[in-house]
């Protein structure tokens, strides 16, 4: 199974700052890679497809990049309404899989 | 507009086993697989499994394998997820929910399972 490790598991900003999270998996997964923001008691929302599509609706505020095994999720001026957790997820014929989540809060 | 509908929140012993249904609507139903995605609380996101909703064929992660079943009915647009064996650590809010290629774009409200004795 492939993993996902993501980090920094949670982090502390303030508003405007830039933010980055990485995403590893442990062999190539080509683009296959999707982040997701999760706010307490909420489904996640699909924010970026394949590594590096913006999703519509989403600000542009919020960008991916990466492929092969290393992967970055950038949020260029954080917000308040930013406040949440964000996973990766990796797709492969197997399934999918989730990296152990980033909780972003300000600081 | 694309929706799934999940069945309520339940209250399982140990041992026992849960059905959780899902009910799609706004798009063909037999067009796309559905996910089925657990959370525990305060924690990540799992991946259980996946199910052709055109044929029935299953994928299951191996952790679940032997544990859950997932099924679906045509006739009302109906996915589900049955989880046996329950214990304890598998209190968690399960998602049921519709990919768009490799990501997932809709999700469901989820179901509340406590697993108390």
């Known amino acids: 199974d492939i993993q996902m490790t993501q980090s920094p598991s949670s982090l502390s900003a303030s508003v405007g700052d830039r933010v980055t999270i990485t995403c590893q998996a442990s062999?190539?997964?080509?683009?296959?890679l999707n982040w997701y923001q999760q706010k307490p008691g909420k489904a996640p929302k699909l924010l970026i497809y394949?590594?590096?599509n913006l999703e519509t609706g989403v600000p542009s505020r919020f960008s991916g990049s990466g492929s092969g095994t290393d992967f970055t999720f950038t949020i260029s001026s954080l917000q308040p309404e930013d406040i949440a957790t964000y996973y990766c997820?990796?797709?492969?014929?197997?399934?999918?899989?989730f990296g152990q989540g980033t909780r972003l809060e300000i600081k | 507009q694309v929706q799934l509908v999940q069945s309520g929140a339940e209250v399982k012993k140990p041992g026992a086993s849960v059905k959780v249904s899902c009910k799609a609507s706004?798009?063909?139903?037999?067009?796309?697989?559905m996910h089925w995605v657990r959370q525990a609380p305060g924690q990540g996101l799992e991946w259980m499994g996946i199910?052709?909703?055109?044929?029935?064929?299953?994928s299951y992660a191996q952790k679940f394998q032997g544990r859950v079943t997932m099924t679906r009915d045509t006739s009302t647009s109906t996915v589900y997820m049955e989880l046996s064996s329950l214990r304890s650590e598998d209190t968690a809010v399960y998602y049921c929910?519709?990919?768009?290629?490799?990501?997932?774009?809709?999700w469901g409200q989820g179901t509340l399972v406590t697993v108390s004795s």
């Open positions: 929910a519709r990919p768009l290629d490799t990501a997932i774009l809709y």
């Open positions: 706004g798009y063909t139903f037999t067009s796309y697989y």
């Open positions: 199910i052709n909703p055109s044929g029935g064929s299953t």
């Open positions: 062999q190539d997964i080509s683009n296959y």
């Open positions: 394949d590594a590096s």
């Open positions: 997820q990796q797709y492969d014929n197997l399934g999918i899989t």
